[in-house]
Each structure stands twice: as structure tokens, then as C-alpha cells.
T-cell receptor, first 111, second 116 residues
């Protein structure tokens, strides 16, 4: 299995631009999680889905953040408009039951 | 709410010596506990988990963890540390929350530095 796939691996953008991060979970996993990691705040859970349905988005920092899961094999996290404080590594993870398997992350830099 | 605490920001150990990374938990009910490792510029990797059964759980790369109910601890251990074990280690606990769906609550992480 290829594991969780995330794209792009690195993204550099300017403040105000729209950013879309993509995730392909492991086939057969029914839960998907989006996390953000920074030095200051550590690892934060942003939102998670079960069977493509958003379960809890209380970790999404602002209305500028949105996430979708149109089908079992694809999810997006969008930031519009982006701000420098959004600079972080964003991880996607998928899970068949309790154990989560993480992707390699997308390093986002907003100038 | 379920939570875990990692009391040490960093642990230093010499190569060849045993290592311990500490984790304590606070849960209602039976705990599902996990350890993950993060190498530089990589995602978190699953090491091992405790659900039920033997208090000593064996995992990847020679790591093991000891579940201690009376001390509410789940410390990660390895008999002989390698320089390549240097990484960030996260303890986590399963949380069903109010939704009834499973998520993991992670600790703040402990940086392990193994010196040659």
C-alpha cells in the first residue's frame, strides 16, 4: 500500500492567496483527520471525517479554513485568504478503527 | 475528556544505554494508548498500542511500552538506544468524545536525543 498521500509537499504563497492542500487516504480506511503542527502550538486536530461526513470541525481556527471529502479517496483543506500565521506543516491521517496512519505532510509558508 | 501528559520536553541518553520516555494518562473507562514517532521532516509513524491484555506491549524498531494501571502510566522503553532513535515521540489516547467517533488526543511530545 502506498500509504497516505499528500500534495503538494511544499507550498509557498503570498498573503491573501488561496491555498488548497490535498489528501488521499489509505484505501479501506473510513476515517480521515487533518492536523496542523507548529513549534508554538504543537500538533492540533483541525477536523475529522467518518465515511466522508465531517464529524467535528471545532479545531478549525477560523472561517478562512474549510475542508471537504467528496468521496472516500480524496479530501481537501482550503485556506482562503491565507495569512502568514497559517504557516505550518499540515498532516492528513487516515484510520480503519483506532490506529491513525499519517501522511508525509505539506509544509506551507505564507509570505 | 481523555488526556495524556508527557512531563519531559527532552530526554538525553547515550547510545547503548536503556531509554525511557514517560507518559501518564487520564481517562474514564479503559484506556486505548498509543506511541508514535516523528523523524525530522516526516509524518508521525505508529510504534505500538495498548488496548487490553499483557501490560508489556512490543512494537516496531525494538521499542516496548509498559502499561501500569495503578500509576496511570504508559512509558515507552528500549533496552539499548541507537543514535538513529533520535526523534520526537508522541503519546496518545483514544477519545470517543461526545460524537461517539474515535479520535486520538496527543501529548505535547518528547524529543529524544541519543548521543554517540
Amino acid at each position: 500500500d502506498a500509504g497516505v498521500i499528500q500534495s503538494p509537499r511544499h507550498e509557498v504563497t503570498e498573503m491573501g492567496q488561496e491555498v488548497t492542500l490535498r489528501c488521499k487516504p489509505i484505501s479501506g480506511h473510513n476515517s480521515l483527520f487533518w492536523y496542523r503542527q507548529t513549534m508554538m502550538r504543537g500538533l492540533e486536530l483541525l477536523i475529522y471525517f467518518n465515511n466522508n461526513v465531517p464529524i467535528d470541525d471545532s479545531g478549525m481556527p477560523e472561517d478562512r479554513f474549510s475542508a471537504k471529502m467528496p468521496n472516500a479517496s480524496f479530501s481537501t483543506l482550503k485556506i482562503q485568504p491565507s495569512e502568514p500565521r497559517d504557516s505550518a506543516v499540515y498532516f492528513c491521517a487516515s484510520s480503519p478503527r483506532d490506529t491513525q496512519y499519517f501522511g508525509p505532510g505539506t509544509r506551507l509558508t505564507v509570505l | 475528556a481523555q488526556s495524556v501528559a508527557q512531563p519531559e520536553d527532552q530526554v538525553n541518553v547515550a547510545e547503548g544505554n536503556p531509554l525511557t520516555v514517560k507518559c501518564t494518562y487520564s481517562v474514564s473507562g479503559n484506556p486505548y494508548l498509543f506511541w508514535y514517532v516523528q523523524y525530522p521532516n516526516r509524518g508521525l509513524q505508529f510504534l505500538l498500542k495498548y488496548i487490553t491484555g499483557d501490560n508489556l506491549v512490543k512494537g516496531s524498531y525494538g521499542f516496548e511500552a509498559e502499561f501500569n494501571k495503578s500509576q496511570t502510566s504508559f512509558h515507552l522503553k528500549k533496552p539499548s538506544a541507537l543514535v538513529s532513535d533520535s526523534a520526537l515521540y508522541f503519546c496518545a489516547v483514544r477519545d470517543m468524545g461526545t460524537t461517539g467517533f474515535q479520535k486520538l488526543v496527543f501529548g505535547t511530545g518528547t524529543r529524544l536525543l541519543v548521543s554517540p
